[in-house]
C-alpha cells in the first residue's frame, strides 16, 4: 500500500497559478488510479479531477476543467494537480488520493489518502 503526502498549496490571488504534488511512498504506484478532492470550509469534500494508473485517462469536474491539468509520474511516484486561472471559489484543502484500480472514481471510495494541503485564493 502506499501513503500520500500532499504539498504546494498556499496563498494567491485570483487569476494566479498554482502547483500541487503528490508524493507517494512504498510500493505499486503505478497500480493505483490517483485522484484529487477539496474541502472548502462548511462543505462537503467533492471530487476535483482523477488520472488513471497509466496516466492516459484523465477526468475532472465541470468547476475546474479548463483550469485544471492532473497529471502524474510513474516514475518519481508522483501526481501532480496544475490549476490555472484560479477564483476564490477554489479556496479549499486538497486532497490526493489513490485507488486499487485502473480508473480512477469520482466518489470517494478511494483506498488511501493524504493529509491534505490547503489552497486560499484571495479576490
Known amino acids: 500500500q502506499v501513503q500520500l503526502v500532499e504539498s504546494g498549496g498556499g496563498l494567491v490571488q485570483a487569476g494566479g497559478s498554482l502547483r500541487l504534488s503528490c508524493a507517494a511512498s512504498g510500493r505499486l504506484f503505478d497500480r493505483y488510479a490517483m485522484g484529487w478532492f477539496r474541502q472548502a470550509p462548511g462543505k462537503e469534500r467533492e471530487f476535483v479531477s482523477g488520472i488513471s494508473m497509466s496516466g492516459g485517462k484523465t477526468i475532472y469536474a465541470a468547476s475546474v476543467k479548463g483550469r485544471f491539468t492532473i497529471s502524474r509520474d510513474n516514475v518519481k511516484k508522483t501526481m501532480y494537480l496544475q490549476m490555472d486561472s484560479l477564483k476564490p471559489e477554489d479556496t479549499a484543502v486538497y486532497y490526493c488520493?489513490?485507488?486499487?484500480?485502473?480508473?480512477?472514481?469520482?466518489?470517494?471510495?478511494?483506498?488511501?489518502w493524504g493529509q491534505g494541503t490547503k489552497v486560499t485564493v484571495s479576490s
Open positions: 488520493a489513490a485507488h486499487l484500480s485502473s480508473d480512477p472514481p469520482m466518489t470517494s471510495v478511494y483506498d488511501v
